[in-house]
């Protein structure tokens, strides 16, 4: 037996609205999405009335207990005890004014909206870096996935669309930055003690890979790379960005740990390849990330499917693996990018800037693909910042 949305639309008709209609006849319910043991539920108060102010938080409390305990009564009967549910309360636009997560008891504490990300808040004496808007972290849960392909491509489509933006390459073990934006023949500048990023494709680069030899193992240990580092993000004269993007180094030790809790990051992006294998590592980084108290701000499918000569689709990793591990744990996915051979010879040749140029790409897709991606990226930062409070009206909530 199977938990469905069906299941949850019935379950949710039991939960009145204040005029006395359900939740459901009325038009509240905007988006529901199940998978195995883990469902969320988007529901406007509001809607159907347009100049209405959102009801206050301890309305939206109550009906998201009612809510949390209908559903969690039907997916017992369907043999789930243990329902991860996550319930976000929306306004017209679509943002988020309220998110319940867990098991929501009304009134009491565990009925608090729980903070984006998680329990343990970013290291106060985490950096932040004057003159730049955002801090974005590109990370996964292990080496090969096209993390570093993604950070890259991300940056340089945000600059197509006129974003100051920077790349910090902390991937400081296995730089790839020197050979995918193209830096072999750039020395690097040092003007009276600072860093100068190098301007490539449109996007300012910073990478250990031109600042030591790369032919010899970097063998530091976790102090030592921590420092490299904080240097390379501080001693950088970056200017004004409107996005710095560090690539950080795979997986979930203790490095790639400790650099994201020591800089002020504004969210994160989860590259995840489709394949069970890589899901699992991808929870494993996206759980780090939220423990850090970093929001989660999308993950994206890379090596998605890959399309032949003959015009077919070929899901050889399972497309739809990593949207559906992003659905499980409501994240935003960011979308899909193929296997595609440009992307990995403009990566070789270090010409990014071709992936977003039909001609070079061999064909829309790829562009296609890249820029929505970016879209989408940009679209989370956007409600991520209103869903801080920032940049939109304060609501009113009594
Ligand atoms: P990571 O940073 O996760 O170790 P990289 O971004 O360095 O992975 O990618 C590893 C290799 O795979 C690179 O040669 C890159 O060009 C290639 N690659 C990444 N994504 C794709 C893709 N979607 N299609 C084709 N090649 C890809």
Redesign the pocket.
């Known amino acids: 037996m199977a938990f469905t949305k069906d299941d949850i639309r019935a379950a949710l008709g039991a939960v009145m609205h204040p005029s006395g209609e359900d939740i459901v006849s009325r038009g509240c319910v905007m988006n529901i999405a199940v998978c195995d043991e883990h469902a969320s539920i988007r529901v406007c108060m509001t809607q159907g009335e347009p100049d209405a102010t959102q009801p206050p938080k301890e309305q939206l409390t109550k009906v998201g207990a009612v809510i949390d305990s209908c559903v969690r009564a039907s997916a017992k009967e369907q043999g789930i005890n243990d329902l991860g549910l996550i319930i976000d309360f929306v306004n017209h636009q679509g943002e988020v004014v309220m998110k319940l997560k867990g098991d929501v008891k009304s009134g009491g504490n565990a009925g608090e909206p729980s903070k984006q990300g998680g329990n343990t808040p970013q290291n106060k004496d985490a950096t932040g870096v004057p003159g730049v808007k955002h801090i974005i972290a590109v990370g996964?849960g292990k080496?090969?996935?096209?993390?570093?392909?993604?950070a890259v491509n991300l940056a340089v489509g945000l600059a197509k669309k006129g974003h100051a933006v920077g790349l910090l390459d902390g991937?400081i073990y296995g730089p790839?930055l020197p050979t995918m934006m193209g830096l072999q023949s750039h020395d690097q500048v040092v003007i009276e003690g600072a860093l100068q990023p190098f301007m490539v494709h449109g996007v300012k680069c910073i990478t250990m890979g031109k600042l030591v030899e790369t032919d010899k193992p970097l063998i530091w240990r976790g102090p030592m790379a921590h420092g490299a580092f904080h240097q390379l993000i501080e001693r950088t004269q970056w200017g004004e960005l409107d996005y710095l993007i560090i690539?950080l180094p795979?997986g979930t030790g203790d490095v790639p740990l400790t650099l994201a809790q020591s800089v002020q990051l504004a969210g994160a992006v989860v590259?995840c390849t489709p394949q069970k294998v890589a899901q699992d590592d991808a929870v494993r980084a996206s759980a780090m990330f939220e423990s850090l108290g970093v929001e989660v701000l999308g993950v994206v499918e890379?090596?998605s499917f890959f399309i032949g000569d003959d015009g077919k689709e070929y899901d050889i990793f399972g497309r739809g693996g990593a949207q559906t591990m992003a659905q499980k744990l409501n994240h935003p996915f960011l979308g899909a990018?193929?296997?595609?051979?440009a992307?990995?010879s403009n990566?070789?040749t270090g010409n990014p800037s071709a992936n977003f140029d039909a001609d070079s790409a061999g064909g829309e897709q790829l562009p296609k693909a890249l820029s929505g991606m970016v879209d989408q990226f940009e679209a989370q930062v956007t409600l991520a910042q209103m869903s801080r409070g920032a940049g939109k009206p304060t609501l009113s909530i009594s």
């Open positions: 996964a080496g090969g996935v096209g993390k570093s392909t993604i991937d790839s690539d795979p590259v890379n090596m990018v193929p296997i595609n051979m992307l990995r990566g070789d």
